[in-house]
Structure formats: structure tokens, C-alpha cells
């Protein structure tokens, strides 16, 4: 069975720094590109950054420069650094797990920019 288990959310000031980890079970880490979504109050699911299993990475503009994904295959863990934080950031971050037909989920992890 996959689980992905996260942790590192919390609350946060304005301009702080957060460091998410999502460790992986129950299947070949390496295989999967892995990302990390959000979900803000009233507004869809959206991609922040991708790594694929090469170390390809990918980011949405609004975090370019601040956020860096990467990934630990010998932990299977995949981490989100978040640097300058700001209250637009807030919302619950799931991390993604995809692989040909399987793609797996997180449980999600609060993350609260405010002062």
C-alpha cells in the first residue's frame, strides 16, 4: 500500500521560511515524479513545483525564486523549501505521487502566512 505522510507545516510570518517533507512508503520512490500542490480557501488545486525522477524540476511563477523542491531517494522523501513567505502563500499543501497509471496523495499539510 503507498502512503505518503507529510509534515512541516505551521504558522509563519510574513518573509519566514518552511521546509515541508513528504516521506514515502509501500513502493519504488524512485520511479515517481513527485509534486506539490496547494489548495487556498475558495480556489482550486494548483501545481507549486514537480521534480521528476531524473531531477527536473518545474514551478508555478508566483513562487519562482522562493520555493526549491527537491528529492532524497535513498529517505524516499521529496521536501518543498520556502523561503519569503507571503499571506498569498497560506493554504493546505498536498504532496503527489504519479507513476503510469498510479498517482497517490497526501494528507496535507496547513501552511499559514500571517502576522
Known amino acids: 500500500q503507498v502512503q505518503l505522510v507529510e509534515s512541516g507545516g505551521g504558522l509563519v510570518q510574513p518573509g519566514g521560511s518552511l521546509r515541508l517533507s513528504c516521506a514515502v512508503s509501500?513502493?519504488?520512490?524512485?520511479?515517481?515524479?513527485m509534486g506539490w500542490y496547494r489548495q487556498a480557501p475558495g480556489k482550486q488545486r494548483e501545481l507549486v513545483a514537480g521534480i521528476t525522477s531524473g531531477g527536473s524540476t518545474n514551478y508555478v511563477d508566483s513562487v519562482k525564486g522562493r520555493f526549491t523542491i527537491s528529492r532524497d531517494n535513498a529517505k524516499s522523501t521529496v521536501y518543498l523549501q520556502m523561503n519569503s513567505l507571503k499571506p498569498e502563500d497560506t493554504a493546505v499543501y498536498y504532496c503527489?505521487?504519479?507513476?503510469?497509471?498510479?498517482?497517490?496523495w497526501g494528507q496535507g499539510a496547513q501552511v499559514t502566512v500571517s502576522s
Open positions: 509501500g513502493t519504488i520512490f524512485t520511479l515517481y515524479t
Open positions: 503527489n505521487a504519479r507513476y503510469n497509471m498510479g498517482d497517490y
